[in-house]
């Protein structure tokens, strides 16, 4: 069963935004065996809407369509679908309806812009969207079934979860497949590459293999299209782990943080963080995962050095001869962070995060991390880049993937 | 002048990895007066990408292409090139040296998949890649000059930064088009339109206005192409901001935190934060515009009511009797981060991001935000969703907006 994706909005196109929608539909319908072929964005332009809805619902069974359904005049997708489908428009009182009750209920004023958003294409069925005040739509085009949802994220995943992904799970077309994810930490794509090869040899060939390197982790995806294709991809997983370790910290949609957190609560441990350059990144990273607090106690950003001594006790000597960013202040770092908020494990962050502030001996991108207890504590020195936003990033979960090292080293 | 932007890779539609190129190369060029009519995802898939790339140089002068270089065997974007050219392959040993000295230098093994990495289709132009091993090519293809780069974005935005936008400035083709973008914040998407109505009707009928809600915030983008671009649409910024008072909080590619970061070294005040459900999120805000240490000193993140007490001296009497989620708690832990922290000002967040914690009184998604110094205290309750992702994003950027407003009405 073939689909296709296409994002309206010339917000798109002129990058001011990220189109995190199509991606998630994505992810949504390859995991009940949808294909997707191709994914498309176009501005805000009538003729070439209809042009895009004509052309890619030719091959495929389902086209996904997201953005142009607010209620400004940059928003024509409706009648975009109706003039592509040759129907005229019907006024819906349901949906009049809810919206006022929508504006009432967050004590908004109700515009006149809102009477427009209440007329649909005929033979079009409405989809209930309880998050905004645009319905999705479900319509037939030849052999296509179109799907058409607001561009704002949490509205359109709701629209699909409750009304587009149990129609697809009931609809008998969709064929077999499989797949999975590694997650692999501290090893590069061609040394992941190189050591799965000789396995790669003498597994089927309809096993499709691919890298995605970010920030510091290698993933490897594993998909089978056809038959048994769970069994072989589960058996190339077990094969290819055994090749993996011990780099391999997890599968599937699995982040590093709830890796970590498994590790935190099943050795009934507790953690607190200290970080000056990733600035509450770390904390971020670690609270995002729910049930975090059963291990998580807290943080003390200490951005300014003179918040380092006095929360967390770095000794003020130690700054002046060795510098913020130096191995001997992240492990006072630690140190002070276990006394203060007494918790067993602490980490510790300290860098030039940039653009500015580097010298000759530490530039941009220098970044000192630590893992430890009051016993025993790890130190590592990143030479990272000069974007600011990256070096958060990627010594944020640097200090994670150490972080379930130092667990597994205990 | 017209370009195209074609994405390469499986992972993009199958939802493992959000493209995040497109907008960025999109947002670059459009500010050069490029066009980008479309912008395509497509699999690793040699007879997708070659029909792609031929269909999509058709109607522009320019193709980006962006995936499919790495040293593993799912990178074939240089072979679907070659096809389409028609042209064979090179072997170019400046690029291996470049790789050998890349690797040694990181300290990292180099794997024989590189020598693949090598070779590339004959009349191309290298563009240099300093952050990782394959470079970028531009080649001709009919009248449409092919951009291919690696798919890492901080590697694309570097090729794209020093090869291929110089060159776009250069071209004589581009047209002239101005875009502005007004940063509204308290008020809704409809509420915006309605305000600005009137006054579009007496603006030119070739400026373009779209609107784009997102976690409280709605931005309008004021655009023109055509002769005398800048000034139209200069002229039209300055009436809309005059009808969008005083939601306005800034201009273009402005975030609310470099708004506020602005205001806060005007009035020279320190700032620190006090932060609970929004477990580092504020602070992480904050701290990535760069120079935000010249106002901002730190934050204790209290995830636990020990901490709450103990850092932050929150009163153990008030949270039992009001809960940790409320009013009375919120204002504590603002007067406690000053003393703690000694700032001018502090900001403090408690709520229950959810998905799960709620209770009948206070449900997932409540969130108290205060925002004060010693003197004046200012609270807002939010009724936010079960997304926790959502509510900690979404309580954060509103805590910014509310600090903008407190420092207004000082």
Same mark, same amino acid.
């Given at each position: 069963?073939?689909?296709?994706?296409?994002?309206?909005? !010339?917000?798109?196109?002129?990058?001011?935004?990220?189109?995190?929608?199509?991606?998630?539909?994505?992810?949504?319908?390859?995991?009940?065996?949808?294909?997707?072929?191709?994914?498309?964005?176009?501005?805000?332009?009538?003729?070439?809407?209809?042009?895009?809805?004509?052309?890619?619902?030719?091959?495929?069974?389902? +086209?996904?369509? !997201? =953005?142009?359904?607010? &209620?400004?005049?940059?928003?024509?997708?409706?009648?975009?679908?109706?003039?592509?489908?040759?129907?005229?428009?019907?006024?819906?009182?349901?949906?009049?309806?809810?919206?006022?009750?929508?504006?009432?209920?967050?004590?908004?004023?109700? @515009?006149?812009?809102?009477?427009?958003?209440?007329?649909?294409?005929?033979?079009?069925?409405?989809?209930?969207?309880?998050?905004?005040?645009? *319905?999705?739509?479900?319509?037939?085009?030849?052999?296509?079934?179109?799907?058409?949802? &607001?561009?704002?994220?949490?509205?359109?995943?709701?629209?699909?979860?409750?009304?587009?992904? *149990?129609?697809?799970?009931?609809?008998?077309?969709?064929?077999?497949?499989?797949?999975?994810?590694?997650?692999?930490?501290?090893?590069?794509?061609?040394?992941?590459?190189?050591?799965?090869?000789? %396995?790669?040899?003498?597994? *089927?060939?309809?096993?499709?293999?691919?890298? +995605?390197? %970010?920030?510091?982790?290698?993933?490897?995806?594993?998909?089978?299209?056809? &038959?048994?294709?769970?069994?072989?991809?589960?058996?190339?997983?077990?094969?290819?782990?055994?090749?993996?370790?011990?780099?391999?910290?997890?599968?599937?949609?699995?982040?590093?943080?709830?890796?970590?957190?498994?590790?935190?609560?099943?050795?009934?441990?507790?953690?607190?963080?200290?970080?000056?350059?990733?600035?509450?990144?770390?904390?971020?990273?670690? %609270?995002?995962?729910?049930?975090?607090?059963?291990?998580?106690?807290?943080?003390?950003?200490?951005?300014?050095?003179?918040?380092?001594?006095?929360?967390?006790?770095?000794?003020?000597?130690?700054?002046?001869?060795?510098?913020?960013? @130096?191995?001997?202040?992240?492990?006072?770092?630690?140190?002070?962070?276990?006394?203060?908020?007494?918790?067993?494990?602490? #980490?510790?962050?300290?860098?030039?995060? =940039? *653009? %500015?502030?580097?010298?000759?001996?530490?530039?941009?991108?220098?970044?000192?991390?630590?893992?430890?207890?009051?016993?025993?504590?790890?130190?590592?020195?990143?030479?990272?880049?000069?974007?600011?936003?990256?070096? #958060?990033?990627?010594?944020?979960?640097?200090? +994670?993937?150490?972080?379930?090292?130092?667990? +597994?080293?205990?």
């Amino acid at each position: 069963m073939k689909a296709a994706i296409l994002a309206i909005g !010339t917000e798109l196109l002129i990058g001011q935004t990220i189109d995190t929608n199509s991606a998630w539909i994505g992810e949504q319908v390859t995991s009940l065996g949808v294909t997707i072929t191709q994914s498309l964005a176009i501005p805000d332009d009538k003729p070439v809407m209809i042009q895009a809805i004509k052309r890619l619902t030719r091959d495929v069974q389902y +086209l996904f369509v !997201t =953005g142009g359904l607010g &209620p400004t005049r940059d928003d024509i997708t409706k009648d975009a679908l109706a003039e592509t489908l040759g129907v005229e428009m019907r006024y819906d009182q349901a949906t009049y309806d809810r919206i006022v009750t929508y504006f009432t209920r967050r004590g908004l004023a109700l @515009s006149h812009l809102h009477k427009e958003q209440c007329y649909f294409p005929i033979g079009t069925q409405l989809l209930e969207n309880t998050m905004g005040t645009a *319905p999705g739509m479900l319509m037939k085009y030849n052999d296509c079934s179109i799907i058409s949802m &607001p561009g704002v994220p949490y509205e359109m995943k709701e629209i699909m979860s409750r009304h587009v992904l *149990p129609l697809l799970r009931a609809d008998q077309r969709s064929i077999t497949y499989s797949q999975r994810t590694i997650h692999t930490a501290g090893i590069a794509e061609s040394s992941v590459a190189d050591r799965i090869a000789d %396995t790669l040899t003498i597994l *089927p060939p309809s096993l499709e293999i691919a890298y +995605l390197p %970010t920030l510091g982790t290698v993933k490897v995806r594993v998909s089978n299209r056809g &038959p048994q294709s769970e069994a072989i991809v589960e058996d190339a997983v077990s094969r290819l782990t055994d090749q993996l370790q011990p780099y391999v910290y997890g599968y599937d949609g699995l982040q590093i943080q709830e890796a970590v957190q498994r590790l935190m609560i099943e050795s009934n441990l507790t953690l607190s963080t200290a970080e000056s350059c990733t600035g509450g990144y770390i904390s971020h990273l670690i %609270t995002s995962t729910p049930g975090s607090s059963a291990y998580y106690q807290g943080s003390i950003i200490a951005y300014s050095n003179r918040l380092k001594e006095s929360l967390l006790k770095v000794n003020a000597k130690t700054i002046q001869d060795h510098g913020a960013v @130096s191995e001997q202040v992240v492990k006072e770092m630690v140190k002070g962070c276990i006394e203060a908020l007494g918790t067993d494990i602490a #980490i510790a962050a300290s860098g030039i995060a =940039g *653009p %500015t502030g580097g010298t000759e001996a530490k530039p941009v991108g220098t970044v000192y991390l630590c893992i430890g207890n009051k016993e025993r504590q790890i130190v590592r020195k990143f030479g990272l880049n000069k974007n600011r936003i990256i070096n #958060i990033r990627y010594s944020s979960r640097a200090a +994670l993937i150490m972080l379930r090292k130092f667990l +597994l080293d205990q």
